[in-house]
């Protein structure tokens, strides 16, 4: 009787196990690793160094990112390094006239300034991480360096300036430290494909760890030979700090994210309406979208998105209410716009879901696409989706600024031509691989319910 394997099993990509039935009856396993080359030394870094079920159990993009994230990180450590040094010669260690009492007053100054400006600054702009978090993550070690150098340059001015100095990089590190945290939160949350975002974030932490312990060592060798030396000193930070930009930036280029913000789905649109080459379905993925998202300054377009706005951006009188109702048929948000300030508002009801959020932006973005059309005189294509809208092109080149009716004129033409073309869009993006059941589109809070005829009492708010 010849052996039968009865049964073979897998650890992730890199293991495979058989059990083969001999013929005497006895069960035998043999296991087996896909790549030989150093099995025990790889197994260990990757049992340590990277989340159980690597790379299956998180994105395509992770290890590229990571790579050029630890790069970020060693250099990092050694601007630390070389800050911390100025600072504390700037606190006068090694300086017989300072005092304990005058450096442990600075250190209480520089940590309440933190611990103030964390708290206005998550109070102010914490919303909007979420939608750009590669934007506010490049945003944050920039601003990181900024702080170091700042650091740096505190042994050069009077020992009076000190504590200002102290308190303005320790109000940089809040910032850095709550955007970076936020941000790092939102990409652990994209990288995690198997609801296993604690794991993903732990061995973050340990990669981090690893890097920092080396970058130390590597610190206490250089610290001794740059001691004194102010030239030196510079050109090792100014080397420090490019290295640390470009790594950083190359990682949140790396990223690709599958979920819609304004940026990313201004880009799809656009392409979509111009019948861009480059195109899958009509819509491109969202890998070839990523890499075109600004990272750094903020994208250019015709006119300004506001999501979840209150009713009085869109209308002052019952003739703009009968005008705004009837140019936004009956979706569930209503959308207006004001030509003189570059605004498209839209209001969103109650019962608004995200693909009606998805929807509004996509007329928000036929309107930018008519305007744009407009000011750059492109002939439109009549086997293109911009065909259809020829007609709002005319009205953004009859001249002059646009009256109160031509706006609403506008709203109504773009609600047509995004009832025509929105089922093709979205089935296309889904197609493409873009996440639509939620969006990082950024609404604002503002919901509403309204009626032509009147709403209950009971339904005002």
Same mark, same amino acid.
Request: proline share 3%; aromatic share 8%; charged share 15%.
């Given at each position: 009787?010849?052996?039968?394997?009865?049964? !073979?099993?897998?650890?992730?990509?890199?293991?495979?196990?058989?059990?083969?039935?001999?013929?005497?009856?006895?069960?035998?396993?043999?296991?087996?690793?896909?790549?030989?080359?150093?099995?025990?030394?790889?197994?260990?870094?990757?049992?340590?160094?990277?989340?159980?079920?690597?790379?299956?159990?998180?994105?395509?993009?992770?290890?590229?990112?990571?790579?050029?994230?630890?790069?970020?990180?060693?250099?990092?450590?050694?601007?630390? #390094?070389?800050?911390?040094?100025?600072?504390?010669?700037?606190?006068?260690?090694?300086?017989?006239?300072?005092?304990?009492?005058?450096? %442990?007053?600075?250190?209480?100054?520089?940590?309440?300034?933190?611990?103030?400006?964390?708290?206005?600054?998550?109070?102010?702009?914490?919303?909007?991480?979420?939608?750009?978090?590669?934007?506010?993550?490049?945003?944050?070690?920039?601003?990181?360096?900024?702080?170091?150098?700042?650091?740096?340059?505190?042994?050069?001015?009077?020992?009076?300036?000190?504590?200002?100095?102290?308190?303005?990089?320790?109000?940089?590190?809040?910032?850095?430290?709550? @955007?970076?945290?936020?941000?790092?939160?939102?990409?652990?949350?994209?990288?995690?494909?198997?609801?296993?975002?604690?794991?993903?974030?732990?061995?973050?932490?340990?990669?981090?760890?690893?890097?920092?312990?080396?970058?130390?060592?590597?610190?206490?060798?250089?610290?001794?030979?740059?001691?004194?030396?102010?030239?030196?000193?510079?050109?090792?930070?100014?080397?420090?700090?490019?290295?640390?930009?470009?790594?950083?930036?190359?990682? @949140?280029?790396?990223?690709?994210?599958? %979920?819609?913000?304004?940026?990313?789905?201004?880009?799809?649109?656009?392409?979509?309406?111009?019948?861009?080459?480059?195109?899958? &379905?009509?819509?491109?993925?969202?890998?070839?979208? +990523?890499?075109?998202?600004?990272?750094?300054?903020?994208?250019?377009?015709?006119?300004?998105?506001?999501?979840?706005?209150?009713?009085? !951006?869109?209308?002052?009188?019952?003739?703009?209410?009968?005008?705004?109702?009837?140019?936004?048929?009956?979706?569930?948000?209503?959308?207006?716009? +004001? +030509?003189?300030?570059?605004?498209?508002?839209?209001?969103?009801?109650?019962?608004? #879901?995200?693909?009606?959020?998805?929807?509004?932006?996509?007329?928000?973005?036929?309107?930018?696409?008519?305007?744009?059309?407009?000011?750059?005189?492109?002939?439109?294509?009549?086997?293109?989706?911009?065909?259809?809208?020829?007609?709002?092109?005319?009205?953004?080149?009859?001249?002059?600024?646009?009256?109160?009716?031509?706006?609403?004129? @506008?709203?109504?033409?773009? &609600?047509?031509?995004?009832?025509?073309?929105?089922?093709?869009?979205?089935?296309?993006?889904?197609?493409?691989?873009?996440?639509?059941?939620?969006?990082?589109?950024?609404?604002?809070?503002?919901?509403?319910?309204?009626?032509?005829?009147?709403?209950?009492?009971?339904?005002?708010?």
């Amino acid at each position: 009787m010849a052996d039968t394997m009865v049964c !073979r099993e897998t650890y992730g990509s890199h293991t495979e196990g058989r059990y083969v039935k001999q013929w005497d009856g006895s069960i035998k396993r043999t296991e087996r690793n896909k790549d030989a080359t150093f099995t025990g030394i790889r197994t260990f870094v990757r049992d340590v160094f990277l989340p159980l079920g690597y790379p299956e159990s998180v994105s395509e993009d992770y290890m590229s990112y990571q790579l050029w994230d630890t790069l970020q990180a060693f250099c990092s450590t050694i601007i630390g #390094t070389l800050a911390t040094h100025a600072m504390l010669k700037g606190a006068g260690v090694g300086d017989e006239t300072a005092t304990a009492t005058a450096a %442990t007053i600075t250190w209480l100054l520089k940590d309440g300034t933190s611990m103030t400006g964390r708290i206005m600054f998550a109070w102010y702009n914490s919303s909007n991480l979420d939608c750009d978090c590669k934007k506010w993550r490049l945003f944050a070690d920039i601003l990181n360096d900024t702080a170091f150098c700042v650091q740096i340059l505190a042994p050069a001015f009077s020992r009076s300036l000190y504590t200002l100095i102290a308190c303005i990089s320790g109000l940089c590190f809040a910032i850095v430290g709550l @955007v970076g945290g936020a941000t790092r939160a939102a990409l652990t949350m994209h990288q995690a494909r198997r609801n296993n975002m604690a794991d993903v974030s732990a061995k973050d932490g340990s990669q981090e760890t690893m890097v920092n312990l080396a970058g130390l060592l590597v610190s206490l060798m250089i610290t001794p030979i740059v001691a004194g030396h102010t030239s030196l000193t510079w050109s090792l930070f100014l080397l420090a700090v490019t290295m640390h930009i470009y790594a950083n930036f190359r990682a @949140v280029k790396s990223v690709v994210m599958e %979920t819609l913000n304004q940026a990313r789905f201004h880009i799809v649109c656009q392409a979509f309406l111009d019948c861009n080459q480059q195109q899958i &379905n009509g819509v491109m993925n969202p890998a070839v979208v +990523n890499p075109l998202e600004p990272v750094i300054w903020s994208q250019t377009r015709p006119f300004t998105l506001h999501l979840g706005v209150q009713l009085s !951006r869109l209308l002052q009188s019952s003739p703009d209410l009968d005008e705004c109702l009837h140019s936004n048929d009956k979706e569930h948000y209503l959308m207006g716009f +004001n +030509n003189r300030k570059g605004e498209i508002n839209v209001v969103l009801h109650h019962n608004a #879901t995200a693909e009606d959020v998805i929807k509004a932006c996509f007329q928000a973005e036929i309107i930018m696409f008519a305007k744009k059309q407009a000011s750059e005189n492109h002939p439109i294509q009549r086997q293109a989706p911009s065909h259809f809208v020829k007609d709002l092109i005319d009205v953004f080149t009859n001249g002059g600024p646009l009256s109160n009716a031509e706006c609403w004129q @506008v709203i109504r033409l773009a &609600n047509q031509t995004c009832n025509k073309l929105f089922p093709t869009c979205i089935a296309q993006m889904q197609q493409a691989g873009w996440i639509t059941s939620h969006t990082l589109l950024g609404p604002d809070e503002w919901r509403a319910t309204w009626s032509d005829t009147g709403l209950e009492h009971e339904k005002i708010f």
